[in-house]
């Protein structure tokens, strides 16, 4: 059974830098796609950042330049670092990864928000 799980979200200031993390079980981060989701209250689930299994990068244009995914393998850990935050950057925070199967799956979220 695939479980991931995320977490290190919370309150931060405008301008200030937050790292979520994604541990996973059930499923091979080093070999599969993943990535990090947002959804802000009101609005729709938005893509933030993708890791292909290329070790390719996607980033919405919202965020480029301001947060970095990355993966650590030995540890089965996807982590998004979050610099220059901004309030509209407030939402829950989920982790994705999909298989060669195609199969996805979702995390619960995290919730991170931006105010002073």
């Known amino acids: 059974q695939v479980q991931l799980v995320e977490s290190g979200g919370g309150l931060v200031q405008p301008g200030g830098s937050l790292r979520l993390s994604c541990a996973a079980s059930?499923?091979?981060?080093?070999?599969?796609?993943v990535g990090w989701y947002r959804q802000a209250p009101g609005k729709e689930r938005e893509l933030v950042a993708v890791l292909a299994r290329s070790s390719g990068t996607i980033y919405a244009n919202s965020v480029k330049g301001r947060f970095t995914i990355s993966r650590d393998n030995a540890k089965n850990t996807m982590y998004l670092q979050m610099d220059s935050l901004k309030p509209e950057d407030t939402a829950v925070y989920y982790c994705r990864a999909s298989d060669v199967s195609g199969m996805v799956y979702w995390g619960k979220g995290t919730l991170l928000t931006v105010s002073s």
């Open positions: 059930g499923i091979n981060f080093s070999t599969n796609a």
